[in-house]
């Protein structure tokens, strides 16, 4: 049986919606990075998005991002598990119920801000400040535009999942997006490290949140939504479309900003 086009048009703009099984087109998006030997975190795609970059001394990192777990995410996530860890279709199935029940009906986020410490790419001073003051009381805010162009803004219910704080930059890179969110388990790749709280010393920080916000009717048709990140001297802001254009066949970018506000 054909679809229409309308009929699929409006199927695409459920960006929070898990339908009962995994998105059959996804999970073969995730079995194919597989197959090319890429890292399961190809599979983030345009649902990840980088607000802010680090200079390690040789070259800027992405460190500060915002992850939306949508179906599709989800769906591609295990269609690379299913292949790296030959899982079968019960498997699947019973790890995309266990995520399904977590997150149905609200769009939900991992965040990750971070302040690490800085150089001077000229005589690599390390003992520049990091700039931790941009990851206290954060604001965070959701909003999409409607078709007639007009902002609209919704609440969100945040809570902090980890901070980590060290005098090394590698002690706080130890946990990832994927430890640290409980939610989240099912998606675990065998392996993955337990996170640990840790003591809060040191100039390198990294804060993990949840962000989560429940869908109303009038985001159905929205073409995409963005996610603001407030502080004193610094605005992060991560653009995502509600319909991914890699769901329409064409190579898709996220957009992201961070501004930095001068004292």
């Given at each position: 049986m054909l679809i229409s086009p309308l009929a699929l048009w409006i199927g695409l703009f459920r960006p929070a919606q898990f339908?009962?099984?995994?998105?059959?087109?996804?999970?073969?998006?995730?079995?194919?990075?597989?197959?090319?030997?890429?890292?399961?975190d190809r599979v983030l795609d345009e649902d990840r998005a980088v607000m802010g970059t680090w200079f390690d001394g040789r070259v800027h990192?992405?460190?500060?991002?915002?992850?939306?777990?949508?179906?599709?995410?989800?769906?591609?996530?295990?269609?690379?598990?299913?292949?790296?860890?030959?899982?079968?279709?019960?498997?699947?199935?019973?790890?995309?119920?266990q995520v399904r029940e977590q997150l149905s009906g609200s769009a939900n986020f991992v965040v990750r801000v971070a302040a690490y410490r800085k150089s001077d790419p000229l005589d690599f001073n390390w003992d520049r400040p990091s700039g931790g003051a941009?990851?206290?009381?954060?604001?965070?805010?959701?909003?999409?535009?409607?078709?007639?162009?007009?902002?609209?803004?919704?609440?969100?219910?945040?809570?902090?999942?980890?901070?980590?704080?060290?005098r090394h930059v590698a002690d706080v890179a130890l946990a990832t997006w994927l430890s640290v969110s409980e939610p989240l388990a099912p998606l675990r790749p065998e392996g993955t490290n337990e996170y640990e709280a840790t003591f809060h010393l040191g100039d390198n920080r990294v804060d993990y949140y949840w962000v989560r916000m429940s869908i109303r009717p009038e985001m159905e048709y929205a073409a995409k939504f963005s996610l603001t990140i407030a502080a004193k001297r610094k605005v992060r802001i991560a653009n995502f479309a509600l319909v991914p254009a890699s769901?329409?066949?064409?190579?898709?970018?996220?957009e992201t900003t961070a501004a930095y506000f001068p004292r």
């Open positions: 339908p009962p099984e995994p998105i059959a087109f996804q999970l073969k998006r995730g079995r194919e990075i597989y197959q090319k030997k890429k890292g399961i990192r992405a460190v500060e991002e915002a992850i939306y777990v949508s179906p599709a995410m989800v769906s591609r996530w295990l269609g690379y598990l299913s292949a790296s860890e030959i899982l079968d279709d019960g498997e699947v199935q019973q790890r995309w119920q941009n990851l206290e009381n954060l604001n965070f805010d959701f909003s999409f535009q409607d078709w007639s162009g007009q902002t609209v803004y919704l609440p969100s219910a945040t809570h902090l999942l980890a901070r980590l704080q060290a769901a329409l066949g064409i190579p898709f970018v996220s």
